[in-house]
């Protein structure tokens, strides 16, 4: 390895070492307690060598967003796999389920936190990972309906609902509301909702 070529290992090592440092804060402490002080002292380098790499904590908490969106992905291309388009929707919701209630944290970085969305903003960009993910589902529910099912429905608005269900589901239950009502089962209640759901998708 050429001495261009280790400087670039190291250097995109280091940026690993802060993007860890501040998934670990953001855990413990929260978005709005992290620092980029903080971050700093937890990897024992210097605030400035953490903003050689990043403007800001929201560039920061852009990347680690990124990163939960590469996994999800990851997860969702094993799907590509399973022919009948059904099938697929049904997996795609446990994977999507399975993956928030196992990430709580990556999970509303990637889909309730405002930082990540405040840096696309600054930086005049487009939400690139998000799009990628809707597109998947919207690909999934549209050859759906190209096998016959979710007549009459319109492939927007019902990729969206289905969307906005799950989601729903899994925000619940990371921010502890389905603790606080009256639910019978409330250790499978997600489970319990997004099978009643796939029952709901089944008569379309």
């Known amino acids: 390895m050429g001495i261009a070529d280790r400087k670039a ?9 802060i993007l860890q440092g501040a998934l670990r804060l953001f855990v413990e402490k929260g978005i709005e307690q992290t620092t980029i002080r903080n971050i700093a002292e937890s990897i024992d380098y210097s605030v400035g060598t953490v903003y050689v790499y990043f403007k800001d904590k929201n560039a920061i908490l852009h990347a680690l967003h990124t990163q939960g969106f590469r996994q999800l992905g ?11 388009p059904m099938e697929r929707l049904r997996a795609m919701g446990n994977v999507y389920i ?35 993910a809707f597109e998947a589902l919207r690909t999934t529910v549209g ?8 007549a009459g429905h319109q492939l927007d608005p019902l990729t969206f609902m289905i969307w906005s269900l799950v989601h729903g589901m899994c925000s619940l ?23 009643e759901f796939l029952r709901i998708l089944d008569k379309l």
């Open 9 to 17: 290992k190291e250097k995109e090592e280091l940026k690993e070492l």
């Open 74 to 84: 990851g997860q969702f291309g094993v799907l590509r796999n399973v022919i009948n």
């Open 98 to 132: 399975r993956f928030a209630l196992e990430n709580p944290a990556m999970y509303d970085l990637m889909f309730n936190a405002k930082a990540p969305m405040v840096f696309l903003t600054g930086e005049d960009e487009e939400w690139k990972e998000g799009k990628t």
């Open 143 to 150: 050859q759906c309906m190209e096998a016959g099912h979710f």
């Open 173 to 195: 239950e990371i921010s502890h509301r389905t603790q606080s009502v009256d639910l019978a089962n409330v250790s499978t209640i997600v489970d319990q909702g997004y099978t």
